[in-house]
């Protein structure tokens, strides 16, 4: 078979020549444009290297379920010579998410609107990786390896298919219309995988980046996630993705241990703990947060209780944590008057937040528990979209209740300080993996102290988590950082003063 210019795209469609029948058949185009600068020189090379068509497949033959389906490519392509050289692995940093550009966003939006209409409408969201591509005004001379990949990836998309560049130098995102089965999107993407894999020009010199891609299949039939979560999803599954790898997953992964959990629920299989959250300057706890661990028989701990996206066993889960917690928070505060301003801390799951009159519900709720909003402080976790346009308006209703708002895990997820000048939160609870590495990195102490100024500009308090030695605690405290949970947190408070609360053990 001759050759074929890698900025051309394949007449023959999909990798196995014909599309498969779930698809409406797409008749490609003649290029629009001339070529990239040295593709006629690239075709000589890829003959240098073996890289004949029929030698770049890449993928098993086989395919699993696409809940836990990892295609390593880099182990068959070596056989064929195209092995991509391993390059390091860039995953998303601590508030690192996919700042998706607003036509793409608005795109895919569209296509979960249509699959809500109509049940048996399928698509696809697609995150790509070219490791080691640098921004355009850094690199004076050469081909911008970045723009080859971009056109690449445009070629090899078919007609409607929606591809935009992200912030992030060799970062793509896209959204694929019309996908009916996991066999298409499979395809798909190994064409795609095909043509990353084939080497670019930097000036006259050839160049093999490394490259990852996810693709998210949201199949005919299954009930769509948000936009913003379908994206974080994409992100997800990409670093999961080793360099030279693609990875397809479901929009929805099962939480680990959600079945032990529904027996836990109705069997009494979790033990209650609650973690004080202490204010340092006056040395007293401002609320205790609730813990449920999951226990096998001898009483091991399996982990904690949680419910990931199921919105029913998130509300058991939420109503299960009143019913343990409430007789030992009252019980305690009620045994010194200055412990009256303590709340309880009730970490909730995205999907109630995200439900249309939650309040409401919420305040029927806490009211049978004989509580009061001003008793309740809700945790809400990093997974909420905080780029929801509804979001603002359904916490506000949790706020005007008088429940205190805390941001949870802040660091991971979709957190981001540029929007937390719209919610009405009144605390950031810092990950717990920011304080250790601040005493090793520099950047990661700026970071952390950036995060603490700002929250107190916009009169956010500030909590760390998982304090474990006097040096973390003094760290913070310097930062301006009022709270802290963990063992050096409790060394502030009075003897005694915990007498009698189920106490979480202290996780580092």
Known sequence: MPDRDPATPDPTGPATGSPPDSLPTWARPAPPAAAEPGARWLMAARRWWGLAEGDTAHGPAGSGPISASSRPVAAEASASGSTPVAGPRLTPG??????????????????????????????AVLRVQIEGVTARASRPRGADVGRQAERRLQLALRPGDALAPLARPGAFAAVLDGVGSEAALEQLTRRLARELAEPYLDGHEPVRPAWRLAAVFCAPGQPPRPAEALLQRAEQALASAEPGHWVLVAPQPTPPGAHRLQQALAGGGLQ??????????????????????????????????????????????????????????????????????????LPVATPLVRRAGWADELAALLQGAGLGGSDVQLELPPTLPLHDRNLPARLQALAQQRLSLALDDFGTGQSSLSVLGRLPLALLKIDRGFVPQAHELEHHRVLLESTVQAAGRLGIATLGKGLQTVPQLALLRGLGCQRGEGAAARALLAPGLLDGLPLAEPAG
């Not at 609320?287 to 066993?313: H, I, M, S, Y």
């Open 94 to 123: 601590p508030s690192e998410g996919i700042d998706a550009p607003a036509p793409l966003l608005e795109r895919l939006q569209r296509n979960v609107a249509h699959a809500v209409r109509h049940p048996g409408h399928g698509f």
């Open 272 to 345: 209650l703990g609650l973690e004080p959250q202490v204010d340092f300057a006056r040395a007293c706890v401002t609320a205790l947060g609730v813990r449920l661990a999951l226990r096998d028989a001898p009483g091991q701990a399996l982990g904690p209780a949680e419910a990931g996206d199921d919105d029913q066993l998130a509300a058991a889960l939420l109503q299960h944590q009143l019913q343990r917690a409430v007789e030992p928070f009252v019980r305690w505060r009620a045994a010194d008057r200055a412990r009256q301003a303590c709340r309880l801390a």
